[in-house]
């Protein structure tokens, strides 16, 4: 499997942020330098960013680890990660 297939770990926490109302693309490589949001790094490889909508303000768990069954949102899958520590 080529590396470019997997999203890249950002981080092992989740990204909170009180979040204006818009669209946001949240990165799903994990290779943006700008986390959690896209910023075009995906274009070598297969991963496509997330687009969502937020209605109104908010405070937003926004997934690093790009695990989460729930994207862009945070499950909490990084726990399951080597290096997770409480």
């Not at 942020?17 to 297969?46: I, M, N, V």
Request: net charge positive; proline share 8%.
């Amino acid at each position: 499997m080529d590396h470019r297939d997997k999203p890249v770990v950002a981080g092992l926490r989740s990204i909170k942020l009180d979040t204006e109302p818009g669209t946001y693309l949240w990165c799903a490589c994990g290779r943006s330098k700008g986390q959690p949001f896209c910023d075009g790094s995906h274009r070598e490889t297969g991963f496509l960013p997330f687009r969502v909508v937020i209605a109104e303000k908010q405070l937003v768990k926004w997934c690093s680890c790009k695990l989460t069954k729930t994207p862009p949102f945070c499950d909490h899958s990084h726990r399951d990660l080597p290096g997770y520590s409480k």
